[in-house]
């Protein structure tokens, strides 16, 4: 009796599996063309009878067997009667599969609408940036921020950025480079985003403003990149230790403590989003788009040709 | 003279069109060029309607479906006047058994093999109360309980229901014998000849039965159409079925004088379209010949059978004697759904089969196969290499099971 009740069991499974593939597979395709809509209107009639513990009526699970079969047999007969023979065993496997790929996908999604990134704080490759495009982005109305370089230079660059995001760490490099070679005939404006998924990054921000204010900035920046995981941990504690380090005087603690910067960088941060920033770090070099460390190096050599051809 | 396969192929436009192998001529046949032409002639160059209007048009189309009629009549030797155009076979078995006289007589007698066309508007008139039901019993291979033919038709049986060739295994009905004790018991006899027109020829005066119901889609002809076929004084004693206009001879708000049969039960506008195509579907089944496409099937029968039983783990349901069958086997194979063999049939080699209990469910149970079969018919256009190429596409999907 057991064994019956897991065969009907499995072979309930194994329609409803065969239908629930098929459903969101018919159902993108119907968005093109009306011949897969009834398809669609039978694969969901499937699933509904399936998850209602009725038989499914509509015999669509055995056409795509019996197809799915019959284009094994054409490549290779033995290969398909070992399919064909197993079936049940290799649908539970693609529902796994399904359910799994269906389950990361939502996970990725909601990670992707909290944190801009479908991988979460950790951040990294994520699919869903296709969705977004540096043509959508505009550049900033203002120059409020940290800023270095020639004031009345021609060519601007701003920079959106995170201390405590690991690609704008690794465009560091190619920032302090660009800042070196460029110092006169650039007017450089940092504008911080702290972005919410890094734990901390709104009190790194708000460090380093307090630290521009007791004119140790580019050191206290370069100490934040490198504490990047110690201030990610540790918060409060590794951010003031970190002002100790540097011998920066104590009007910094109080700066911090009371938030001095908070309302400077909220302002910063509200003008990214207005500007469609969903990376960090973005740059805008007289107001053209650059998104990523990868792209530092065009960053440069748009100052390069702005220079050149003025 | 035998008939040519390789050559009647050519009159069939679908089989031009299509790499098909079409092993599903009980559920319907392809259509010859000659009965597509007549309907189309029809309409591109008549396209009245009969029996009303004086004008050129309704002429022609009068004339058209008049002799169509005729040529139909002739094709199964009844009088023209005997030949009723319906829908389909269901219409014409249904036309019947509804309009039945059971004030006398309330018992309906048939078999558990028949077509749910038969069995359900029996059901019905037992359900509503208007007659009664009783079953001649059948063994599992199909054949019939013979005591049982004259032990359940009786003196209080008003009609007699039975096919000529079942569409579950081709085999024929002793219909015979089941006219002769339903006569000498009183009872009227309806055929379903739907599978029995066809594929043999049925001389309706010669067998005697006083209703034949057949289609005009299972020869050849066009869907929509079909006949029946009642001796004239059965007709008469038949109630109205679907009335309308031209079923009547005059009407007054208080009475209705009726025209005689055929017209008193063609309600409506017909469907001349499809009777002028059934009229050239049995001019050309008629030039072939009936008995050579019997012949022809029987050996195309025998070929399939083989076919079928050199598979492993192949279950073929009635009789094992091709003699007794026309060419339509029904079949199983052992661990194989029949859908999915049906399907897999098509994918792998476009061999065009019916799966499941073919519209004839008591019939399944009877002959075992309650969860369904799967089933090929053939018919006049099918060749022995589509045999060989039905058998090697078997082999391969047994070995699935």
């Known amino acids: 009796m057991k064994g019956l009740r897991f065969l009907i069991g499995t072979a309930h499974l194994i329609c409803m599996v065969l239908c629930l593939l098929a459903l969101p597979v018919f159902l993108f395709l119907s968005i093109f063309s009306a011949k897969y809509r009834p398809l669609a209107r039978r694969a969901l009639n499937c699933v509904v009878k399936k998850v209602t513990l009725r038989p499914c009526e509509t015999g669509l699970n055995e056409e795509l067997k019996a197809a799915s079969i019959a284009g094994l047999m054409k490549l290779h007969a033995p290969t398909a009667a070992f399919v064909n023979r197993h079936f049940e065993a290799f649908s539970l496997f693609f529902t796994l599969i399904f359910i799994a790929s269906f389950l990361i996908t939502a996970q990725g999604l909601y990670n992707f609408v909290l944190y801009g990134n479908c991988n979460g704080p950790e951040g990294g ?29 021609k060519v601007v660059v701003i920079e959106f950025g995170c201390y405590s995001c690991p690609y704008t760490k690794q465009a560091e490099e190619g920032v302090q480079r660009m800042l070196a070679r460029y110092k006169d005939s650039v007017y450089f404006v940092f504008k911080p985003f702290p972005l919410p998924s890094h734990p901390y990054s709104m009190e790194a921000a708000i460090a380093a403003s307090c630290a521009n204010e007791q004119g140790k900035y580019w050191e206290y920046r370069a100490a934040l990149f490198a504490a990047q995981k110690d201030v990610e941990e540790r918060g409060d504690v590794a951010v003031l230790e970190l002002a100790r380090s540097l011998n920066i005087s104590s009007q910094f603690d109080l700066c911090y403590a009371q938030k001095k910067f908070a309302s400077f960088i909220q302002q910063t941060q509200k003008e990214g989003q207005e500007c469609g920033i969903y990376g960090t770090p973005t740059f805008f070099v007289n107001g ?3 998104v990523g460390p990868a792209e530092v190096d065009e960053v440069e050599a748009e100052v390069q040709k702005l220079l050149g051809s003025s | ?27 319907t046949t392809l259509k010859p060029r000659a009965v597509i032409d007549a309907e189309r002639n029809y309409y591109e160059e008549v396209s009245g309607c009969a029996g009303r209007s004086a004008h050129r048009l309704a002429k022609k189309t009068d004339e058209l479906f008049t002799t169509s009629r005729e040529r139909i009549a002739k094709f199964i030797n009844a009088k023209s006047d005997e030949v009723i155009f319906t829908k389909n076979t269901t219409e014409a078995l249904n036309l019947v058994i509804r309009s039945f006289n059971y004030s006398s007589r309330r018992k309906i007698v048939t078999t558990p093999l028949e077509h749910h066309s038969a069995l359900l508007p029996i059901m019905e008139q037992k359900r509503r109360g208007i007659a009664d039901m009783a079953l001649i019993k059948t063994n599992e291979d199909g054949t019939f309980d013979e005591f049982s033919i004259s032990q359940t038709i009786d003196r209080n049986t008003a009609l007699v229901v039975v096919h000529h060739t079942t569409n579950t295994t081709g085999m024929r009905a002793p219909i015979e014998k089941i006219i002769k004790v339903a006569h000498d018991a009183g009872a009227a006899v309806l055929i379903d000849a739907a599978q029995g027109v066809p594929h043999s020829k049925v001389d309706f005066r010669k067998l005697g039965a006083d209703f034949l119901a057949f289609s005009g889609h299972k020869m050849c002809g066009p869907t929509g159409i079909g006949c029946l076929v009642g001796k004239s004084e059965q007709l008469e004693k038949l109630d109205t079925f679907i009335v309308g206009g031209e079923t009547i001879e005059t009407v007054k708000l208080t009475w209705v004088k009726w025209k005689k049969a055929p017209k008193r039960f063609e309600g409506g506008i017909q469907n001349y379209a499809g009777a002028i195509g059934l009229g050239a579907a049995c001019d050309y089944l008629a030039k072939i010949g009936m008995q050579n496409i019997e012949e022809h099937e029987k050996k195309m029968g025998k070929k399939l059978m083989d076919a079928i039983n050199s598979i492993p783990g192949s279950t073929i349901y009635g009789t094992r004697d091709a003699g007794k069958r026309s060419s339509l086997v029904s079949f199983n194979l052992k661990g194989v759904p029949h859908h999915q063999v049906a399907l897999m049939a098509d994918s792998l080699s476009a061999i065009a089969l019916r799966s499941g209990t073919f519209c004839a469910q008591p019939a399944a149970d009877s002959l075992g196969f309650s969860q369904g079969a799967v089933r090929a018919s053939l018919y006049l256009y099918n060749m022995e290499k589509e045999i060989e190429t039905f058998e090697e596409t078997l082999e391969k999907i047994a070995k699935l099971g």
Not at chain 1, 126 to 151: E, M, R, V, W
Not at chain 2, 3 to 19: T, Y
Request: proline share 7%; with cysteine.
């Open chain 2, 1 to 27: 003279m035998a008939l040519d396969a390789e050559k009647i192929r050519n009159d069939f436009p679908v089989l031009q069109s299509q790499p098909v192998i079409y092993f599903d001529s009980a559920c």
């Open chain 1, 288 to 290: 053209k788009p650059f």
């Open chain 1, 125 to 153: 490759f994520c699919i869903y940036n296709g969705l977004q495009n540096k043509a959508f982005l505009k550049a900033p109305g203002s120059l409020d921020g940290i800023t270095a370089g020639n004031a009345s230079a």
